[in-house]
């Protein structure tokens, strides 16, 4: 059973960075793609990025282009999401998950981890 983890998040002041990491068990992350979706309280699911098996091909949502990078390091089972130029309207609770978008109902999910931006 696939088992992802979420580490990275804090507190930070708005035009601050983070970078978010995803450990992933339980299969290899080879032949996979991966995403990152973010949930404000009182809000829907947002779509953040997404990135095909090899990090050739990446996605993202219109909110966070030009600001926020996913990557991955298949031989680590790692994913991660660099943030930068943050902006007090990213926050939210930040999830890994096993393939793309719009979300399927086989798709593996980690815990969260809190991404707080203060202004």
């Known amino acids: 059973q696939v088992q992802l983890v979420e580490s990275g998040g804090g507190l930070v002041q708005a035009g601050g960075s983070l970078r978010l990491s995803c450990a992933v068990s339980g299969r290899t992350l080879s032949g996979a793609t991966m995403g990152w979706f973010r949930q404000a309280p009182g809000k829907e699911r947002e779509f953040v990025a997404t990135?095909?098996?090899?990090?050739?091909?990446?996605m993202y949502g219109d909110s966070v282009k030009g600001r926020f990078t996913v990557s991955r390091d298949n031989a680590k089972n790692m994913v991660y999401l660099q943030m930068n130029s943050l902006k007090p309207e990213d926050t939210a609770v930040y999830y890994c998950?096993?393939?793309?978008?719009?979300?399927?109902?086989?798709?593996?999910w980690g815990q969260g981890t809190q991404v707080t931006v203060s202004s």
């Open positions: 998950k096993t393939g793309g978008a719009p979300p399927g109902p086989r798709d593996a």
């Open positions: 990135i095909n098996w090899s990090g050739e091909i990446t």
